[in-house]
């Protein structure tokens, strides 16, 4: 099938090596607001052709995939949504309430699956895409009887040849799930990033000291702004929720520090340490 894809960074392009890899696009044609990007999709060979045409891409498309921040999500998928008849058309955002809200009511509404891969990096931009980053993960498809079951029948049938483990899910449980998992561990490791710059003037002793724990909990913090902003923005009341209790748990930790009460700190560490049975 041809397959149109629109933001051809991290996860746009390596869904582009991924559709190729599997043989499920004959074609890939790529647009992206940044001449660059679209230069480097092209050298990289993740894509076959770029173009600004959006009406000529769309039409010449079965499925066309919009990978841009979630604030420029809310203008560009109803443009698509425009130029569609038959085609199929999925996000892959983070956040979903505000963007199915936003195109409740279009007429085209059926042609329309909102899917989150659970699978990114750090990074971001064309060169950052991988191979295989989507292997093994979750996809989950939210609100999936508002669209029209062959569009959902085609999606599914893309990301489970990748293969992805697909989930369902109602676009509430999905924003707030989401912002319990995933957009808190984010703000966690920004926060943690600042503390380390504000306490630790000098910066060769972080990179001295960094073990693999600092590296791992800080990792997210490389992310990037125009990506999370908006999801911030998007999901923000259940990520002040998440955020509340997070803040009340450092403080708990703090206090029984500073009581040296170290059994009460013994049993918190215990109690964290069930997420082995979870993730192990
Ligand atoms: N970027 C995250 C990581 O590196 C993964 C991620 C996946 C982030 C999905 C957001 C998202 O919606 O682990």
Known sequence: MVVTIIGIGLIGGSLALSLRQTDIASRIIGLD???ENQQKALELGLVDEVTDDLASAVHRSDLVVV???MDAMLTVLPQVLALVDKQVVIDVGSTKQQ?????????KRGRFVAVHPMAGTEYSGPEAAIPHLF????LVICDAES?????????ESVFQQL?????YLGATEHDVHTAYVSHISHITSFALALTVLEKEKEEQRIFELASGGFESTVRLAKSSAAMWVPIFRQNRTNVLDVLDE???????????IAQENYPAVTDL???????RKILK
Request: proline fraction near 8%.
């Open 269 to 275: 560490i215990h109690q964290a340490n069930l997420i």
């Open 135 to 138: 292997d093994g993960k979750t």
């Open 246 to 256: 997070h803040l009340r748990q450092l403080q708990h930790m703090r206090d029984l």
């Open 33 to 35: 607001r940044n001449p």
């Open 99 to 107: 963007l199915l809200e936003a195109i409740k009511d279009n007429p």
């Open 67 to 69: 990978a841009v921040p």
């Open 147 to 155: 669209s029209d079951a062959d569009a959902v029948a085609l999606v």
């Open 163 to 167: 293969p992805m483990r697909l989930v």
